[in-house]
């Protein structure tokens, strides 16, 4: 074999095992981190409670003291 084969047959290998980690680094990482929620994100002015309620409400009552909340915005 000749030296520019050999070079690039370690540089195949190196990357194909590169490639082979970071495809599994991803499948573990979709598979353990929680799925995304459509819910909407509230915070009590009241009593600063937060929680969480349908996408599609537009104001919600505070589990805790039952004051009417818009959605908080990040």
């Known amino acids: ?3 520019g084969q050999v070079i690039f047959l ?3 290998v190196v990357t194909g095992v590169l490639g082979v ?3 599994l ?3 573990r990482r979709k598979r353990f981190e929680p799925e995304p929620t459509e ?3 509230f915070r009590c002015d009241g009593c600063a ?3 969480t309620d ?3 409400v537009d104001r919600s009552r505070c589990p805790e003291c039952g004051l009417f909340n818009s959605p908080f915005v990040f």
């Open 49 to 51: 409670y937060v929680y």
């Open 54 to 56: 349908d996408h599609d």
């Open 25 to 27: 680094y991803e499948y």
């Open 10 to 12: 370690c540089f195949a």
């Open 1 to 3: 074999m000749f030296p």
């Open 39 to 41: 819910d909407r994100v």
């Open 21 to 23: 980690m970071v495809a």
